[in-house]
Structure formats: C-alpha cells, structure tokens
C-alpha cells in the first residue's frame, strides 16, 4: 500500500535551518511529481512547493522562495524539503503528498503523509 | 494567485439532511481546451491529513461515499453532502490545481446541528 512518512521535524529557532524528509513506499516513486504542503496551528492549508518525477522542474509558493528548497533521491524513494532563514510564520504541520497520475501535470493530491510538525521559536 | 473563497465558514446539519458548501475562485479555473475544471476538494478529520474526495469539479475519488459529490463550472463551485452522517463531520477545503501557487479555500468546518 501506498506510504509516505515526513520527518525531520522539530523546534528551531528563527534564522536557522531544518531538513525535511519524505520516504515514500508502495508505489513507483520515480514517476510521480511530489508536493510539500503545511498547516499551520488551527489554520488552512497552503502549498509549499512541487518536484516533478525527475526533479528537473520545481516550484514555490512566493512565500518561500528564496528560502526553501526541494529536492528528490529517486534510488532512496523519498523527497525533501531544506528549510532555510526559518520565520516565526514558518511554524506548521508539513505533509508530503502525492499527485494522483504518474507523470501527470494536475495537482490532485490522492495520498498525504501524516505530517512532521516544525515549530519556529526564540 | 488564484484566491478561493468557500462559504459558509462552518456549517451546522441534522444527522440525514442536506449538506452544501460553496467555493468561489477569483478567477476561472475551466481549461477550454481540454473542458476540464481544475478543482478539488478535500475532506479533513481533527489530527489527519487531508482526504481526497472530488476532482475536476465533479469526479469522486474511488472510495469515496456516493453522498458526496461535487458540481459547478468556471469560478463557482459547490460540494454537497446529499445525507450527512455522523462520520462527515470535518473541515472541507476545495483548491485549484489550474496555476501555481496551487490554493486552498480557506475550510469550511462541518457539524451537527
């Protein structure tokens, strides 16, 4: 059966860095495009940023680009998310989804992991 | 950036009753060329991640209780529960995947009246 598991998560002061990870299983990771998307405490949902299956194409939300990076090791199954200058506002819940068609182009998310909870705090 | 609105922010239905939540888009996300609307919605229970219920606009993801479904075109959207029941309560979002920034509406929290 499909999986993904984050982690990485953790408490981190403002300014410093954090790695986040996602392994996936059950599925043939290499032909899906991979999305980080996080929740903040009692809040919405907001899209973070987007691999696709080859890692040559990547996207971000303005809020941030400049600061977060994505990649993907496609022989180790899972994606991650480098997390850089960390704000107060960066604190959220972070899942990793799945796009619902291999090689696809729409931004259905048909699995989520459970998530890994980054907490920004002096 | 594509802004989407849902109303009402939450939602109070008797076990059995009707269940609707509108999603407004601030602009189109109907793709002529394809005749595909970009919209889904998701359902999310207190301490999981979302669920994906419905895609393009109308389409129920496999599982998914035939009480849900979705309809709507362009910018106006709407999810309908047809008879609630007590495992429906959650929050519902619904999010455009026509450009990036993908966006989610802001939740709408479903309850028991």
């Known amino acids: 059966q499909v999986q993904l598991v984050e982690s990485g998560g953790g408490v981190v002061q403002p300014g410093r860095s954090l790695r986040l990870s996602c392994a996936a299983s059950?599925?043939?990771?290499?032909?899906?495009?991979m999305h980080w998307v996080r929740q903040a405490p009692g809040k919405g949902l907001e899209w973070v940023a987007v691999i696709s299956s080859d890692g040559s194409s990547k996207f971000f939300a303005d809020s941030v680009k400049g600061r977060f990076t994505i990649s993907r090791d496609n022989s180790k199954n899972t994606m991650y998310l480098q997390m850089n200058s960390l704000k107060l506002d960066d604190t959220a819940v972070y899942y990793c989804?799945?796009?619902?068609?291999?090689?696809?182009?729409?931004?259905?998310?048909?699995?989520w992991g459970q998530g890994t909870l980054v907490t920004v705090s002096s | 950036d594509i802004v989407m609105t849902q109303s009402p922010d939450s939602l109070a239905v008797s076990l059995g009753e009707r269940a609707t939540i509108n999603c407004k888009s601030s602009?189109?996300?109907?793709?002529?060329?394809?005749?595909?609307?970009?919209l889904a919605w998701y359902q999310q229970k207190p301490g999981q991640p979302p669920k994906l219920l419905i895609f393009g606009s109308s389409i129920r993801e496999s599982g998914v209780p035939d009480r849900f479904s979705g309809s709507g075109s362009g910018t106006d959207f709407t999810l309908t529960i047809s008879s609630l029941q007590a495992e429906d309560v959650a929050v519902y979002y619904c999010?455009?995947?026509?450009?990036?920034?993908?966006?989610f509406g802001q939740g709408t929290k479903l309850e028991i009246k």
């Open positions: 602009q189109s996300v109907f793709f002529t060329s394809n005749n595909k609307n970009y």
């Open positions: 059950g599925f043939s990771f290499r032909t899906y495009t």
């Open positions: 999010q455009q995947y026509y450009s990036t920034p993908y966006t």
């Open positions: 989804a799945r796009e619902s068609i291999p090689y696809g182009s729409d931004a259905v998310f048909d699995y």
